[in-house]
């Protein structure tokens, strides 16, 4: 069983920079940061295997970056040039298992799911 759990969500004026992080509990191979905003569906944002292969969206290619301290079992999320867009909660997300290549961005992909932060930008 993983537990995930999200912090650093904050409001922040646009142009303006959040890191967000996810600590897992237990066991896993693939952790993923998705964000949702209420009536649409899940994005998938970032996603990071165990042996630190990325995968970004490309909506926020550029500007965001997920990385991982493994010693201490988190993964990050950095935002930067954050946009109003970008206001959402987001999800960390992870699977410790086998997944279909080219899904990491879907939330198919994972059976565990943290309680979500809130992100909000203001213009």
């Known amino acids: 069983q993983v537990q995930l759990v999200e912090s650093g969500g904050d409001s922040v004026q646009a142009g303006g920079s959040l890191r967000l992080s996810c600590f897992a509990s237990g066991y896993t191979r693939l952790v993923a940061w998705f964000r949702q905003v209420p009536g649409k569906e899940r994005e998938g944002v970032a996603a990071i295997t165990q042996g630190g292969t990325k995968y970004t969206a490309g909506s926020v290619r550029g500007r965001f970056t997920i990385s991982q301290d493994s010693a201490r079992k988190t993964v990050n999320l950095t935002m930067e040039a954050l946009e109003p867009e970008d206001t959402a909660i987001y999800y960390c997300?992870?699977?410790?298992?086998?997944?279909?290549?080219?899904?990491?961005?879907?939330?198919?992909?994972?059976?565990?799911w943290g309680q979500g932060t809130q992100v909000t930008v203001s213009s």
């Open positions: 997300a992870a699977g410790s298992g086998d997944w279909t290549p080219s899904s990491e961005l879907s939330e198919r992909t994972y059976p565990y």
